[in-house]
């Protein structure tokens, strides 16, 4: 059984730092892409970042690049996304997802959320002013 359990949330002033962490199992790690999503009330679901594990080769969304990184320990079997200067417009709840990554195709269409069968429940992240 596929699982994915995001841990690492909780509230934090503007322009701090936080890292999420999103632990795997039931599936062959390397062979899956894991993405980054999160959903702030009202608003739809918006891609944040995702990794190939094969080669670890990713992509970020233009409004957390350079801000965000995204990174994979797979012995862990844990993908971190640790989130540096932060807004308030990062408050979200941050979901990981996982899918197996298909060859021939780029690791930033990965960014969909339509490409992902498995979820984890997700993590609050709050951002004051």
């Known amino acids: 059984e596929v699982q994915l359990v995001e841990s690492g949330g909780g509230l934090v002033q503007a322009g701090g730092s936080l890292r999420v962490s999103c632990a795997a199992s039931g599936f062959i790690f390397d062979d899956y892409a894991i993405g980054w999503f999160r959903q702030a009330p009202g608003k739809e679901r918006e891609g944040v970042s995702c990794?190939?594990?094969?080669?670890?080769?990713?992509y970020y969304a233009d409004s957390v690049k350079g801000r965000f990184t995204i990174s994979s320990d797979n012995a862990k079997r844990t993908v971190y996304l640790q989130m540096n200067s932060l807004k308030p417009e990062d408050t979200a709840v941050y979901y990981c997802a996982a899918d197996i990554f298909r060859s021939n195709t780029e690791v930033s269409s990965y960014l969909d959320d339509l490409e992902y069968d498995y979820w984890g429940q997700g993590t609050q992240v709050t951002v004051s002013s």
């Open positions: 990794i190939n594990n094969a080669d670890g080769s990713t």
